[in-house]
């Protein structure tokens, strides 16, 4: 790899994961670790805007199953300002139409030489399989509606920087949490880094079962609302689901979406937040979704400095690892 | 006149109440008598710290011919069979085309006899083609020598449908076997519904799903007077349900996989298709539901499920790879393993719930060692220790979670008719 700017520092030795999978399974110091970097990363370039070299002669492939624009497009950017190269595949649906399996696909595209695949799929879990099966990093960039790990570190990255830290925050996910994989790696990170978290929707979309992680659960927005600190509202997943959980948009609405006069009832400092693409009108009204509350732009240049720390430290244990096993 | 004597075995035979060490004299392909003495002249196998059991029976088994060879064949199914100590199966239709038709039973006894492996007894279609639509021409069918109806993959989702079938298997009696599940709970599903398919974002099969049609059947049997035989039962409800029936004096029967005994839901943390089968892994309590239910005798039945699927098509998407794994093989260790040595059940109850109860079902002359009896013996070694290593399996298709598993017991010699027809390499 080549030389580290001063400003990012050495590699650092207590990062050992060579693949980003999933929330769950990281420690709070992983999670503080990657955050510190997206920040260090983010400012060595000027905002995400300028490059450095880090990532020289490193080839990133972009492998997504599913219809994709802001992510693949942020993952494409975050290794480019790294100076890395991109190669796209994309495929709609499953590689099944083509009768290839997902894995031929991965082994197929890993021959060409590249170093890190982002992944994205329908199904849960294909990434882990992925990794299981591949010699090179694979970052999650999204498994149905499993974990989508650099969401929910920009969307933290992004209540960090406004708030200066997570601990003793109530941060309320709000809409369709069962389909959500946002919701999910929101739901781990949070937690480990000491917030409150609240999830939010109609009964049919939001499981009690939550409860046994430590997780409020609230059916009325308008109750819990005066207590939040943040708000990240979700998207409803219409194509995930085979029967309506509502009875209409308009009473989804009705009950959920955050408008002028929710936000009058909340607390002066509250962040709006939403991990996008946003329905206006059902989750967040206009003037909302642009007004002083919202960090929703700021999420989007966060998305870039988790992913150049993402695949900058999960190269760095992937060489690493290659160096060791050679000794 | 061929002879053969297996001497000092420890003979259990639930049919006759039988568990002693003795000698068992088989001749001609039939069952002659027991304590004989060991010098009768005979061929002999020394069976001294063994079990001598009826020839095991696997009343639930996918054995993929015809359709899809590159699964499973009927030589090699019944080959895994034999390995795993099972001198009978019955075959379940879901092939392509499904077995529906005197013709495709015709077809399947052929097989079995070119194969010359083990047994092997037809399970039919209750509806035509599988649809659900109309009932196959189960007359024909018992003529042909089905032992029993079943739409297994499919249930039987029409009431209507399903009464009729009750109605008209009572001029043969004949059980129908269902798989107990209502499809619009559990569409895009490929788990169990619980905490741990919330955590990983799949789709879940919820309990209830199998609660409500064993309900339903059992409301239909005891409306018809039919026989209903809950296939691979997998919850704690569907259990009970089938308890209280019983009590009740409902014709009502059923069985249990290996795997719903042994596994639950968290294995679906590794995202491995060959944790995905239909009844799903389920939570602890269910586990438990079934061993209590192996233990009072509300489940009658240990079946495999045996369900062969090439490997290209489990390496798929966990979605898009098919349900199910391979049983044959295993189950008897699992048995072992999982029940009778922990004492969960003891020997006699294990071989009853293998031999007698489902040749009882089915209606066929098996699973018994009374004299005059068609020899088939499985005679198993309740001991060795062993790792599985499924490339060493004779089924074609090498699904199994237990790859690796250190398993206790297996089938060291299996006869059919009199023939030696596996013997365990040592």
Same mark, same amino acid.
């Given at each position: 790899? =080549?030389?580290?700017?001063? =400003?990012?520092?050495?590699?650092?030795?207590?990062?050992?994961?060579?693949?980003?999978?999933?929330?769950?399974?990281?420690?709070?110091?992983?999670?503080? &670790?990657?955050?510190?970097?997206?920040?260090? %990363?983010?400012?060595?370039?000027?905002?995400?805007?300028?490059?450095?070299?880090?990532?020289?002669?490193?080839?990133?492939?972009?492998?997504?199953?599913?219809?994709?624009?802001?992510?693949?497009?942020? %993952?494409?950017?975050?290794?480019?300002?790294?100076?890395?190269?991109?190669?796209?595949?994309?495929?709609?649906?499953?590689?099944?139409?083509?009768?290839? @399996?997902?894995?031929?696909?991965?082994?197929?595209?890993?021959?060409?030489?590249?170093?890190?695949?982002?992944?994205?799929?329908?199904?849960p879990g294909t990434p882990t399989l992925l990794a299981q099966n591949l010699e090179v990093s694979v970052i999650n960039g999204g498994d149905g509606a499993h974990e989508h790990p650099?969401?929910?570190?920009?969307?933290?990255?992004?209540?960090?920087?406004?708030?200066?830290?997570?601990?003793?925050?109530?941060?309320?996910?709000?809409? $369709?949490?069962?389909? =959500?994989?946002t919701a999910r790696s929101n739901i781990w990170g949070l937690k480990k880094l000491g917030a409150h978290v609240i999830l939010c929707g109609p009964s049919t979309l939001v499981s009690?079962?939550?409860?046994?992680?430590?997780?409020?659960? +609230?059916?009325?927005?308008? /109750?819990? &609302?005066?207590?939040?600190?943040?708000?990240?509202?979700?998207?409803?997943?219409?194509?995930?689901?085979?029967?309506?959980?509502?009875?209409?948009?308009?009473?989804?609405?009705?009950?959920?979406?955050?408008?002028?006069?929710?936000?009058?009832?909340?607390?002066?400092?509250?962040?709006?937040?939403?991990? *996008?693409?946003?329905?206006?009108?059902?989750? #967040?009204?206009?003037?909302?979704?642009?007004?002083?509350?919202? #960090?929703?732009?700021?999420?989007?240049?966060?998305?870039?400095?988790?992913?150049?720390?993402?695949?900058?430290?999960?190269?760095?244990?992937?060489?690493?690892?290659?160096?060791?096993?050679?000794? | 006149?061929?002879?053969?004597?297996?001497?000092?075995?420890?003979?259990?035979?639930?049919?006759?109440?039988?568990?002693?060490?003795?000698?068992?004299?088989?001749?001609?392909?039939?069952?002659?008598?027991?304590?004989?003495? *060991?010098?009768?002249?005979?061929?002999?196998?020394?069976?001294? *710290?063994?079990?001598?059991?009826?020839?095991?029976?696997?009343?639930?088994?996918?054995?993929?011919?015809?359709?899809?060879?590159?699964?499973?064949?009927?030589?090699?199914?019944?080959?895994?069979?034999?390995?795993?100590?099972?001198?009978?199966?019955?075959?379940?239709?879901?092939?392509?085309?499904?077995? $529906?038709?005197?013709?495709?039973?015709?077809?399947?006894?052929?097989?079995?006899?070119?194969?010359?492996?083990?047994? #092997?007894?037809?399970?039919?279609?209750?509806?035509?083609?599988?649809?659900?639509?109309?009932?196959?021409?189960?007359?024909?069918?018992?003529?042909?020598?089905?032992?029993? %109806?079943?739409?297994?993959?499919?249930?039987?989702?029409? +009431?209507?449908?399903?009464?009729?079938?009750?109605?008209?298997?009572?001029?043969?009696?004949?059980?129908?076997?269902?798989?107990?599940?209502?499809?619009?709970?559990?569409?895009?599903?490929?788990?169990?519904?619980? @905490?741990?398919?919330?955590?990983?974002?799949?789709?879940?099969?919820?309990?209830?799903?199998?609660?409500?049609?064993? =309900?339903?059947?059992?409301?239909?049997?005891? +409306?018809?007077?039919?026989?209903?035989?809950?296939?691979?039962?997998?919850?704690? !409800?569907?259990?009970?349900?089938?308890?209280?029936?019983?009590?009740? !004096?409902?014709?009502?029967?059923?069985?249990?996989?290996?795997?719903?005994?042994?596994?639950?839901?968290?294995?679906?943390?590794? %995202?491995?298709?060959?944790?995905?089968?239909?009844?799903? &892994?389920?939570?602890?309590?269910?586990?438990?539901?079934?061993?209590?239910?192996?233990?009072?005798?509300?489940?009658?039945?240990?079946?495999?499920?045996?369900?062969?699927?090439?490997?290209?098509?489990?390496?798929?998407?966990? /979605?898009?790879?098919?349900?199910?794994?391979?049983?044959?093989?295993?189950?008897?260790?699992?048995?072992?393993?999982?029940?009778?040595?922990?004492?969960?059940?003891?020997?006699?109850?294990?071989?009853?719930?293998?031999?007698?109860?489902?040749?009882?079902?089915?209606?066929?002359?098996?699973?018994?060692?009374?004299?005059?009896?068609?020899?088939?013996?499985?005679?198993?070694?309740?001991?060795?220790?062993?790792?599985?290593?499924?490339?060493?399996?004779?089924?074609?298709?090498?699904?199994?979670?237990?790859? !690796?598993?250190?398993?206790?017991?297996?089938? $060291?010699?299996?006869?059919?008719?009199?023939?030696?027809?596996?013997?365990?390499?040592?």
């Open positions: 790899m =080549s030389t580290t700017p001063d =400003s990012i520092g050495k590699f650092p030795p207590n990062w050992t994961r060579r693949h980003l999978l999933d929330l769950e399974s990281l420690s709070a110091e992983e999670i503080q &670790l990657v955050l510190d970097y997206a920040s260090r %990363f983010k400012e060595a370039t000027g905002g995400c805007r300028t490059k450095l070299s880090v990532l020289a002669g490193k080839t990133v492939a972009n492998l997504f199953f599913e219809n994709s624009t802001r992510t693949r497009t942020s %993952f494409s950017l975050a290794a480019r300002r790294l100076g890395g190269d991109t190669v796209d595949f994309s495929s709609s649906g499953s590689s099944l139409s083509k009768g290839e @399996t997902f894995i031929d696909t991965a082994r197929t595209i890993q021959a060409m030489g590249i170093d890190l695949v982002v992944v994205r799929h329908p199904t650099t969401q929910g570190l920009l969307d933290i990255l992004s209540i960090r920087e406004r708030r200066g830290t997570i601990a003793g925050l109530t941060v309320a996910m709000v809409g $369709d949490i069962a389909h =959500s994989r009690k079962d939550w409860e046994q992680f430590g997780v409020e659960v +609230a059916y009325s927005l308008d /109750d819990i &609302l005066p207590r939040c600190d943040v708000l990240n509202l979700l998207r409803i997943q219409f194509e995930r689901q085979y029967t309506r959980p509502f009875p209409s948009v308009r009473e989804y609405a009705l009950l959920y979406a955050m408008n002028r006069e929710r936000l009058s009832r909340a607390k002066d400092d509250i962040l709006i937040m939403a991990p *996008g693409p946003i329905n206006r009108g059902v989750e #967040v009204t206009p003037d909302v979704a642009d007004g002083p509350h919202s #960090v929703i732009l700021e999420q989007v240049t966060n998305g870039l400095a988790i992913r150049m720390a993402a695949l900058w430290l999960c190269l760095g244990a992937n060489a690493k690892a290659a160096t060791e096993s050679q000794r | 006149m061929s002879r053969l004597l297996i001497k000092n075995g420890r003979v259990i035979d639930p049919s006759q109440k039988l568990d002693r060490i003795t000698n068992l004299l088989i001749e001609d392909g039939r069952i002659v008598g027991l304590d004989v003495p *060991g010098d009768s002249g005979a061929e002999c196998i020394d069976a001294t *710290g063994k079990i001598v059991s009826p020839g095991l029976i696997d009343m639930h088994v996918h054995l993929r011919e015809p359709g899809r060879e590159e699964d499973e064949t009927i030589a090699t199914g019944t080959a895994s069979a034999l390995a795993g100590g099972f001198t009978s199966i019955a075959c379940i239709p879901n092939t392509e085309p499904p077995i $529906d038709t005197q013709g495709t039973v015709e077809f399947i006894h052929h097989q079995a006899a070119r194969a010359d492996n083990c047994n #092997v007894y037809v399970v039919a279609c209750v509806s035509k083609n599988r649809e659900g639509k109309e009932l196959a021409e189960l007359g024909q069918l018992v003529k042909a020598g089905a032992v029993a %109806f079943s739409d297994d993959g499919a249930p039987v989702f029409d +009431a209507e449908l399903m009464r009729r079938a009750f109605e008209y298997c009572l001029m043969f009696d004949k059980p129908i076997l269902n798989h107990c599940e209502v499809r619009e709970l559990t569409r895009g599903a490929v788990m169990h519904e619980g @905490t741990v398919s919330m955590v990983l974002g799949l789709a879940g099969m919820p309990s209830a799903a199998e609660d409500v049609m064993t =309900s339903r059947d059992i409301a239909l049997a005891a +409306a018809t007077g039919g026989r209903i035989h809950i296939m691979h039962v997998s919850t704690s !409800g569907s259990v009970d349900l089938i308890r209280r029936a019983k009590t009740r !004096g409902v014709r009502v029967t059923t069985e249990v996989c290996p795997h719903h005994f042994t596994l639950t839901d968290e294995c679906l943390r590794s %995202f491995d298709s060959n944790y995905k089968m239909s009844p799903p &892994l389920r939570s602890q309590q269910d586990v438990d539901a079934c061993i209590a239910g192996l233990q009072d005798g509300t489940i009658d039945v240990i079946c495999t499920d045996h369900a062969p699927h090439a490997l290209e098509k489990k390496m798929r998407e966990l /979605d898009q790879a098919p349900f199910g794994i391979v049983g044959l093989e295993t189950c008897l260790p699992l048995v072992v393993t999982q029940l009778i040595q922990p004492g969960i059940l003891d020997w006699p109850t294990a071989i009853e719930k293998l031999t007698i109860n489902p040749a009882r079902i089915l209606g066929i002359p098996k699973g018994t060692l009374q004299v005059g009896a068609d020899a088939d013996v499985t005679i198993i070694d309740p001991d060795v220790e062993w790792t599985l290593d499924p490339q060493k399996m004779r089924s074609l298709s090498k699904n199994t979670p237990f790859g !690796g598993w250190k398993l206790r017991g297996a089938a $060291d010699t299996v006869i059919v008719g009199g023939r030696v027809k596996f013997k365990r390499a040592v």
